[in-house]
């Protein structure tokens, strides 16, 4: 019989990190350009970060 294996993989950041990492691409973007797949993206680490973090509050 065999088991799956779950592969190893970078951690997602937690939700504070993503915030953060939000915050930062906001008060750094340059030439008034907006950038949106890597704020599309942070989003979603947050996003889910934030269900995770919910989801193991008592």
């Known amino acids: ?3 799956s294996v779950i592969p190893a993989g970078p ?3 937690s939700a504070a990190e993503a915030n953060e990492a939000i915050r930062h691409l906001v008060e750094t ?6 950038p949106s797949e890597a704020y ?3 989003l979603t680490e947050w ?10 509050a008592p």
Do not use: C, I, Q, T
């Open 40 to 42: 599309e993206f942070l």
């Open 11 to 13: 951690a997602r950041p």
């Open 29 to 34: 973007r340059v030439d008034g350009e907006w």
């Open 1 to 3: 019989m065999y088991k």
């Open 47 to 56: 996003a889910a970060a934030s269900h995770a973090e919910l989801s193991a």
